[in-house]
């Protein structure tokens, strides 16, 4: 195991003052599900917008701390953003197609790169929508706008579309809160497989969801980072008091 | 018993209320319904081919008002040349890249404020302006870049709210795939902000197009035998062409008067029709 993405002593503040998160330290294992959970407001989301920066349209005002990836303090301003941004993919919780076609929100990364050679985008196309099983579904209505989809549909196709930039990390935002049981179930399944090529991390939409899917998990409470470790030794035999009380249902 | 009696009374309220609303939305109605159709019964008698496409004759009193017609289309045409582009990108940098700060605030009144102004203002501020200090004496040029100012709020004030009303979710989700704040404006956020532009720039220039008090002073002319020939030329124009023949033409024929009004009414209300088809067809189409 090693540390793809390693934050270290993390404090975000917004520009009311709040703090959002407090001397987070944590590494995010490569070729891992490593799920952060916790109660809302536990700063997990503000994590993932630090990761690639996208925190930069929101009135995060200070940083202090290291957030370490290939080597580079990404928070330094010098940092190329957009290339961090292709490096580290986000899908969010609610699926969002761009107001385009199917084809289209997959390529959109690589038009946005200047790709025009159209058989490397349609070989593109299809390897992405198959990693994330959707293919199947698609294939005869790429030209359909993304919206016409069902929302497990969308969601994947979000999916999709950070997997045609051919990222090293995909970071998922609670990407079933949304989604019905089998929907959910696809996208779960999915990571197992997705893991063995890239690094993934994944917020949760509840307790049970991180239990089975965590390779490694951290608990957030109030903006720290409570407890981190190996998935099964956190959900069964948990260090600290607060997340036992939270993996057990005591509050949450 | 009580109870059943409170809720019909309030029903019957509602719809007293109700009832009373659209009989004040039919008497605010009344009034345009009835200017337009007034000029159209007075003013569709004057109406041919030659009146829109002959030069007049008999000092105004007979023939066409084809060089009103054409002044009108050069002067809307100029203002659109000027003032869709700045307006567009200023819609632009106050919506997508402007702080949102003091100095952003101050420049949001001075336009809302700019809408404002009486034209006549903007008349005498182009007099002074593009007809004396830059010399481009009365002529279109003068006049189109006048009523661009006063076209300008309009344009600028749509463009921000439509681009404003496009989801955020959309710029986040572009940005997270790599775009520039530029390449999202271009690929998603503009394309569907559109027909919410084009609509405000249709709306302003329709006002340009109707308004008497920028012109009168900058590019209008009482009565010219000729076209004009180049943009320093001074021109006709429908709307001012309507006040001299109702003031200051004496023995000027009714009919002539009325067709001039229903001219200028069609170019206007037709830009209005364009506009709001334009809105209904990309409502129908939007995604979100």
């Avoid at chain 2, 336009?111 to 102004?117: D, E, P």
């Avoid at chain 2, 002073?217 to 006040?243: N, V």
Wanted: glycine fraction near 8%; include cysteine; proline fraction near 6%.
């Amino acid at each position: 195991m090693s540390a793809k993405i390693s934050v270290q002593n993390l404090t975000l503040m917004y520009s009311d003052g709040v703090e959002s998160l407090q001397n987070v330290s944590i590494d995010i294992i490569a070729n891992a599900v490593n799920v952060l959970f916790g109660p809302a407001g536990g700063g997990k989301s503000t994590l993932l917008r630090a990761l690639n920066r996208l925190n930069d349209l929101a009135d995060v005002d200070t940083a202090q701390g290291k957030i370490v990836f290939n080597e580079q303090n990404i928070l330094d301003p010098a940092t190329d953003v957009i290339e961090l941004r292709r490096k580290v993919g986000m899908v969010f919780s609610r699926p969002a197609p761009l107001p385009l076609s199917v084809y289209e929100n997959v390529i959109y990364g690589l038009r946005l790169m200047g790709e025009r050679n159209k058989s490397l985008l349609d070989e593109r196309v299809e390897q992405s929508l198959r990693q994330a099983v959707l293919w199947d579904e698609v294939y005869d209505r790429l030209n359909d706008p993304g919206t016409s989809l069902s929302g497990g549909q969308q969601q994947r196709l979000c999916i999709a579309r950070v997997l045609a930039l051919e990222p090293e990390v995909i970071m998922l935002d609670e990407p079933t809160s949304a989604l019905d049981p089998v929907s959910t179930a696809k996208i779960e399944g999915m990571l197992a497989t997705l893991k063995e090529r890239l690094t993934i991390i994944l917020v949760p939409h509840n307790v049970q969801q991180a239990a089975r899917t965590a390779d490694y998990a951290g608990f957030f409470l109030q903006g720290r980072l409570v407890e981190y470790a190996p998935g099964k030794e956190l959900f069964l035999k948990p260090r600290e008091k607060e997340t036992q009380d939270y993996v057990t249902g005591r509050f949450g | 018993m009580e109870n059943s009696d409170a809720a019909r009374t309030s029903r019957r309220n509602a719809l007293l209320g109700v009832n009373l609303l659209r009989l004040i939305t039919l008497l605010t109605a009344l009034p345009v319904i009835g200017v337009i159709v007034y000029i159209i019964v007075r003013g569709a008698p004057a109406l041919s081919w030659e009146f829109i496409s002959a030069m007049p004759r008999e000092g105004m009193r007979a023939g066409g008002i084809l060089p009103a017609i054409m002044g009108t289309f050069y002067l809307t045409l100029g203002t659109a040349v000027f003032s869709v582009p700045l307006g567009v990108a200023a819609g632009i940098y106050i919506a997508e890249y402007a702080p949102d700060n003091r100095a952003t605030r101050l420049v949001r009144i001075a336009i809302i404020n700019l809408a404002g102004i009486p034209s006549v203002v903007y008349g005498l501020f182009g007099l002074g302006l593009f007809v004396l200090f830059l010399k481009f004496g009365t002529s279109i040029l003068a006049a189109s870049l006048t009523l661009s100012i006063m076209t300008l709020p309009v344009i600028i004030s749509t463009t921000e709210e439509a681009l404003r009303q496009v989801p955020n979710a959309f710029r986040v989700v572009s940005t997270s795939l790599g775009a520039t704040r530029w390449q999202t404006i271009k690929r998603i956020t503009l394309p569907q902000a559109l027909p919410g532009v084009i609509t405000g720039v249709i709306l302003g220039l329709e006002r340009a197009a109707g308004e008497t008090a920028p012109i009168m002073f900058t590019g209008a002319a009482f009565f010219l035998p000729l076209l004009p020939q180049s943009p320093l030329d001074a021109t006709m124009a429908l709307p001012y062409h309507i006040f001299v023949i109702s003031t200051s033409v004496p023995g000027m024929p009714v009919e002539i008067q009325y067709g001039t009004v229903l001219v200028l009414l069609i170019f206007v209300l037709g830009m209005n029709v364009i506009a709001t088809l334009i809105r209904n067809r990309a409502r129908a189409r939007r995604q979100w």
